[in-house]
């Protein structure tokens, strides 16, 4: 008998701990359906209906999620109205609310199921399947909540990207995107073009490179260009990105996309392309490259630059210095022909027997200047160091104190 009246007592205590979260959810639903609820008045609530979604009998269920999620946008919407009418409010804390109502209004459709059930109360079984029949009862108010905002995450993700808030940009700009294309978002007739999706995938990308989220921002940015966004930011940003995962293979991918969209706009796409055909031993691309590239655009020193170094690897450096003469003579403050050009009259002067003749001292007096202004602009090159060092012990100058 004590035994029974334990287990009735556990029942019953049990039965009012469901009772009161149940009233409690019932309280908030009652407290945001007023008309001329403040920011305030919604942060209440949502501070009650938090404790149902941490409680053992509530949290399980969709209802409190719906409601939960149903305030945040409610949060959301009147910042929104304060700021339209001249307050200051803060549009990160706004942004805020409305990416925690998408989370909320998402943990209540997974958890949004009931059962069908007859006249007589029981389950209706699907004859296909042998299981009980279910329905959602939140699911659809809340996909037309999230469309009806879907806008919103775009504006939102760019007031956390001027913030520098890379982490929530990411994830607005995500939301948007997955949403902008959805069946929910066309059968509203909300749905948005690719370009404009195309558009937000590529600052997506950006917020994810911002936030040294590589992995991600190669993702975005590919995905933004499979849209048909092919703005040379999308591709330096992508280039970037891929230079920080050390993957070389997909980079020259998007560098040769990028050359053959953008032409020699940018010597950059070029170098990539040149220095993955110089480490294939691809010299008959690399050679048909850069005539394209100097004969579309023959201003440009780093092509002759590059040229130099091609034509040293399958000549000889006769031939190449003229490349690099080029090179600096286009632009003096250009370091790497600076460097290749000081370099090929130093291995010259070093090729004769005596290195302390007329001729190898004339070229070490040649490259001299080349090799100290290169220094001048790359002092981290080890390589250019030991070579000024060994210049200035042969010329016997004082510099090599100052190495």
């Not at 910042?79 to 409305?98: F, W």
């Not at 989370?103 to 029981?122: H, L, P, Q, T």
């Not at 069946?183 to 690719?194: I, L, T, Y």
């Not at 706009?265 to 590239?293: F, G, M, Q, T, W």
Request: proline share 2%.
């Amino acid at each position: 008998m004590k035994k029974f009246l334990v287990v009735l007592l556990w029942i019953v205590m049990s039965t009012m701990l469901v009772v009161a979260q149940q009233r409690l959810v019932n309280e908030v639903k009652k407290e945001i359906s007023g008309m001329t609820l403040t920011v305030d008045n919604y942060k209440n609530s949502l501070k009650k209906i938090n404790r149902a979604l941490e409680n053992e009998e509530t949290k399980d269920k969709a209802e409190p999620w719906w409601v939960a999620g149903k305030i945040q946008y409610s949060i959301y919407d009147k910042m929104m109205n304060n700021k339209a009418l001249g307050e200051k409010v803060s549009s990160t804390d706004a942004g805020v609310a409305l990416l925690d109502g998408y989370y909320k209004f998402r943990s209540a459709m997974n958890k949004d199921s009931v059962v069908v059930r007859d006249k007589k109360g029981n389950p209706v079984i699907d004859k296909k399947t042998g299981r009980p029949k279910v329905k959602t009862k939140y699911s659809q108010d809340i996909m037309n909540r999230i469309v009806d905002h879907l806008v919103d995450y775009s504006a939102v993700a760019g007031d956390f990207y001027m913030a520098g808030d890379w982490s929530n940009a990411y994830e607005a700009w995500d939301i948007y995107c997955n949403m902008a294309r959805s069946n929910w978002a066309k059968q509203r007739k909300k749905s948005e073009p690719d370009s404009v999706v195309a558009y937000n995938r590529f600052f997506q990308g950006l917020a994810a490179y911002q936030g040294k989220d590589y992995d991600k921002a190669v993702e975005q940015l590919s995905a933004a260009n499979s849209l048909g966004y092919k703005k040379k930011a999308l591709y330096d940003t992508w280039i970037d990105a891929l230079i920080k995962q050390r993957d070389t293979i997909y980079l020259v991918s998007v560098a040769h996309e990028a050359h053959d969209r953008l032409g020699a706009k940018d010597p950059r796409y070029v170098h990539i392309l040149i220095n993955h055909y110089l480490k294939s031993k691809n010299y008959d691309e690399a050679n048909v490259l850069l005539d394209e590239v100097i004969l579309s655009d023959s201003t440009v020193a780093d092509y002759y630059d590059l040229k130099g170094r091609l034509v040293e690897i399958e000549h000889d450096i006769d031939e190449a210095i003229p490349y690099y003469r080029k090179a600096v003579e286009l632009n003096p403050d250009h370091r790497m022909g600076l460097f290749d050009l000081g370099n090929a009259l130093y291995n010259k002067a070093i090729e004769s027997d005596d290195h302390r003749s007329a001729n190898a001292q004339r070229l070490y007096a040649e490259a001299l200047p080349y090799l100290e202004k290169a220094y001048k602009l790359m002092p981290m090159n080890e390589s250019l160091k030991n070579i000024l060092s060994r210049i200035y012990y042969v010329l016997g100058s004082s510099k090599l104190d100052s190495l």
